[in-house]
């Protein structure tokens, strides 16, 4: 396991949180370090892109963060009954995964820009895809069901070839609308959100570039109110904002952001953030039994 453990100086018992990053790897501090001064215990988790752990985001065992769930409700010191998992873009859609995949481990969800559909894995590495796409995760030692993203069309592969040269971002939002067509895969690699045993939170940009997080969000909502979720669940749309509306102090690693757009207006942006933050302090703090003072 790689990763920060940031801890409040009060309470005595503090509630926990995992915090997990998005599709370019590594780990990322500044959410879970902005979770401790508001009186959590937040753990900073990587799962790919550091030594020690895969390069590529390939077939993930969710075991591992079993075992990262396991760890932190060992530590001394914190309320073991309440652990929530926070993630932004990728690690929203691993998020969903998690509390559907381990119920009885998660109290709560917050997913930013989030997914409840198991995209297939992003690639760094093209030896990696020789033989075709492959699932980001893996349960029990066989890959988690996923969508493909959809073939890029001729004006698209332009873009693409074009963005080699020039370093002009490209979106991908197009790749994963047209995908949402190959009905058989996304329904099989479709996350059961409703086995979550806790409250779910959304939070999601309608501008979004990298992929389209509004209507993931709503695909989410839509199968927890056919359900009948027991538990609150709500999502935060923000128009024009795009994909990064995060925790704060989560910056995405430059060369990433360099190679895909992320949409929204600076201005849209910062709202979203800005608006966001409390919200989501709130719903832990709330549903996580958490008192501040």
Known sequence: ??????????????????????????????GAKALASEGFAALALAYFG??????????????????????LRAQPGVDATRVAVVGNSKGAELALLLGAT????????????????????IPFDREVYYFGPRSPWSLRGEPVPFAPLARPLASEIFLITGSLFDGRPVSGRPFYERALAYRAAVNAATIAVERTNGPVLLISGTA???????????????????????FPFEHLRYEAAGHLITLPGYEPKEDWRRRV???????????ANTDSWPRVLGFLKKHLGHEVE
């Open 1 to 30: 396991m790689f990763g920060t453990l940031f801890l409040p100086s009060t309470p005595a018992s503090p509630p926990m949180v995992i915090t997990l990053g998005g599709a370019g790897g590594g780990l990322s501090e500044g």
């Open 102 to 121: 381990y119920p009885e481990d998660v109290a709560a969800v917050v997913g930013y820009a989030p997914s409840p559909i198991v995209w297939q894995g």
């Open 50 to 71: 550091v030594d020690g752990l895969p390069r590529e985001l390939v077939e993930i065992p969710l075991e591992y963060f079993q075992r990262a769930l396991a760890w």
């Open 261 to 271: 757009k992320l949409g929204g207006s600076r201005k849209a942006n910062e709202f």
């Open 208 to 230: 979004d570039e990298l992929w389209p997080s509004t209507r993931f969000a709503e695909m989410a909502m839509q199968r927890l109110r056919a359900h009948d979720h027991p």
